[in-house]
Each structure stands twice: as structure tokens, then as C-alpha cells.
């Protein structure tokens, strides 16, 4: 039996299927006469889920990368938020109800608020709530059981997996993902790629499949196969040999031979700068800060921010673009008084509290090497202008000049993008979110980059970047896809900024790259009007390549 799905974490699996059950929950309200015991469990459940996440997060610090220690962070701050506690508090008081039914109440009115926002990126998060949810439940209410134990290599299958669950698993065994849900910035998603882990999302019919039946997923081409005939066997062991012996020369000729474009790498935190060198990044292209504030206890001081942004430059040559916060929405910092709805560079203005130390590190660490700012979620020059007002004030030396860039990924951004290009130094597209924005399906349905609206808005963006002689990066997940790397070549875009792995293929497929050839293919493919026809003209383009 086969079944397509999309491909959202590459590589090739072959192995037994491990069924996921989801967790549903069935809670009427219950009138209690005790309220002080009540109110004692939430706390108590706070606790214990703190507990328990704070040994997954131990865990994974020791053995397993930085993501994985990150996402768990994000679940810590959801499981403390003081807003939540305040509110199921409040509602167990004013209607004498039992714990359990007033917490679930509560994050369904989140989920709900969740659900009014078109930003997927928001929408995408959801999947996080949930998992809190569920383990706050599982105190309150009845347990979960643990994931089972796994002894031999499995491919887990289920409607949906949630990143903390994921977590639990002995991910040596875990060969492959398969699941009905997710998009292509869920937290599972963004896991399994940073663990190597092929995925495959979107796929129906998983409820037929059998414990133990043989799987083989194909994330390279977003394909899975239950109980596979011999010939299907046959051609998977063909493919898995060429795809393993293709993934060991690209990276051992990758850092000696260099591309056409600059390649540079996408990192959150400063943990992974191995991976940086392993794969030859021309530099970062975006350093993510967010876990920087969210791994903290209190706002972390101008000095250990300098120290972190000092050993970056110290370890990885090239230009090194620090982005600044970019929190809000569903990403709040528990040591926060209030929580906001502002996102982004917008967040960071109405917390000088927390922009002015990030600044001060910055404008420091300058002088240490080749350091760029990036500011996020851009919608106006009023923005730009409001921050330089700030850092202006910050600078207390000439030595301390930073070049200055914006992300554009918002459709505020989009439509200002003339007078924006002309504040900044640089411009790095953030196509994770500006698709999100530009299509009501939102960043966990839109699940492709071959989109002739999206692909017009990157054109825009490079031709004003170049109208204004400024350079411009794409460091959304698209740039990480190999097969539209002639049509960003032919878009003439400055820099590739794509997670460590998937350098050597971008950087392969650079190389050789025939720039007229390209162009042709990027204007033919501006032309079109739907998906398929923008698939069609670079399935022509690639065949032309090879034959
Ligand atoms: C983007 O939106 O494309 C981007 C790179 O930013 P992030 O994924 O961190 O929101
Ligand atoms: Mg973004």
C-alpha cells in the first residue's frame, strides 16, 4: 500500500511501523466542596510537569541538540505562564469546580485565541499547547501512559506526534517519522530535521496500518510504503545506497570547493557552531536569539550576551547576522510582568528593558569581528527609525558601527519595501513567515515553496534590494530547497542562509549552476499562475540539466 505525503524532513527509512495513539480527554465539570484543595492541585500540577520537563530538558542537554533543549524551554514558560494559573484559579473560585475541568477550560480558550490568527507560525504552536496541556492533565486528572520503550529501530505512525512526547522516545530507534498532521515549522518537524530523522506529514489513511508492519518512507521524494512488495524492497535498497554514498561526498568536497553564491548558516543559540564549521558556512546568516532570553531565569545581562556573541565570532569566519528578539505572541518570557501581543522588532521597542542589553553586547562584540544586525518582523520605516534612535544613544564609540538589515516577512513589509530598502543596509527574506502571511491557508497547510505568489514577492524584494545597491539574503526554509536553487540564482539573489545539513546540496547545486539558463527558467517561472505550472517548468528545467 502507498500513500503520498510531503516531505518535510529529508532522508530514506525502511523499518517497522510503532503506532502513536493520540491522548483525547473527556472531562465534565465536577462541583467540588473543597476549593483550597483544588487550587493546591494546580500548583502541585505545575510542579510535577516542571519536574518532568526540566529531566527531558536535562536529558536532551546531554545527549541530543540544542533544539530539543530549546523546545522543551518554550514548553517550561507554557506550563508556567502566570496568566494561565491566575485564570483556572479564578474560574475554580467563582464556580466551585474541580481543577482538571477549569485548567482544560482555560487552554481551550488559548487554543481558541490561537486559532483566530492567520499566522501559522502562531498556528503551529498549537501542537505545543496541546502537549503541556496534556501532561498538566495527566497530574490532574488521569495519567498518560510513557511512551513504550523501544528496543529495536522503529518508524513511529500516528495522526499527530507531540514534540515532547517525541522527545521521550530512544531516538536511536526512531528511523522515520509518519503522521496525518503537521506542517513545515511544526516543533516535531523542526526536531526530527536538527535530529536527522526523515518525515513525511500529511499522509491519510494511517489509521489502517498495523503494528509492526514494514515501512518504507521515502523523504526524498514524499512517499511511504506499507508491507512493500520484494521489487519495492529491491529499489529502496538501490535508492538508500545512492543516497548515502551521495550525502558522504557532499560533505566531504564541501568545504573545499566553493559556490558561485555565498552559503551561509542558520543557528539558534550559539551551541551548534560545529555543525557550522563540519559543513563550510560562509559565516551565519541568521543567528536566532530567542533562546538566549528563554533559557534564562531573568533578562540576561549586556556582559553574558557579550560573551556569547564574542565566541561566535571567535569560532566562525565570515559575517555573523544576529537577529534581535524575536518574541511575543505565544512566545513570552516568564520573567516578563506583562505578556504581549506585539511580536518581533514591534516587542522589542515596547521592551527597552529587554532590547537595550541584546544592543549593548552587539555594539561591543563589533569590534571583534564582522558583525550584522537583523531586525525582525519589520512592518514600517517608523520601526527602523524608532530602533536607530535607541542604538544611537548606545553608541558611546565611532569604532562602534554595526551594518544594519532588516527580515522582511511580513506583507506591511512587502508593500513598504521601497522606503524600508532605503533605512538599511541589507535585506534577508524570512519566507517561513511571509508565506504564512501571504496565504490565508497558513504556514501549517501551505505546505509547498512553489507558490507563484511567494516567488514574485522574493523577486520583488531582490530587485528593490538591488535598485537601492543593498545586498539581499533568503534565509527562510525555502532557500534550503535544492531544486529551487536555479531560480533563486536566476532571481539573482546575493545569499543562501539555510540550516547546517542542508548546506552541502545548495552548495553542489551552485556550483554548476549556468546563469542564463537560469534566468530563463526564473522568468518563465514568474509567469505562471498556480503550483503546478511552477513545478512543471523546473521539472522541464532539471530534466534539461541532466540530459
Ligand atoms: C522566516 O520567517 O522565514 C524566518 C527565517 O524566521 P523564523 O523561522 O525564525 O520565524
Ligand atoms: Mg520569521
Redesign the pocket.
Known sequence: MKRIGQAVSPGLAKAPAHIVRAVSWSLPKQAVANVDSELEKIDEAIMLTTNELQKIKNKTSSTSNQHDTDIIQVHLAIARDPEVRKRVRQRIEQESCDAAYAYYVEMEAVLESFAKHDDT?IGERKSDILDVRDRMLSHLHVPIAPVAKLDRDVILVGDDLMPSRFLQYDLQHVKGIVTRKGGM?SHTVILARASGIPMLVGVEGLENVKQGQIVILDGLNGCVMFDPDPDEQADYAGQLADYTELITTLVEESPSAPATKPIQA?IHGSDNIDGVRRYGADGIG?F?TEMIYMKATAIPSEDEQYDIYKAVLAQVDGPIVV?TL?IGADKQLPYLSRSSELRGIAHSLAHPELLKPQLGALLRASGEGDLRMLL?MVRSTTEIRRFKAILARLVTSKTMTIPLGI?V?TVDALKNIDSLAREVDFLS??????KAELSAAGRAQGGSWYDPTLLAAVNRIIQTGHRHGIEVTL???MAADPMLAPVLFGLDLDVWSVRPQAIPLIRRELRKMDYDNCRKTALECLKTNSEEKLRSVLERHWKGVQS
Open positions: 507560525y515549522i542558520n541568521l536566532r537577529r524575536d525582525p527580515m516577512e527574506i524570512g519566507t517561513n513567515d511571509l534565509c527562510g526554509e
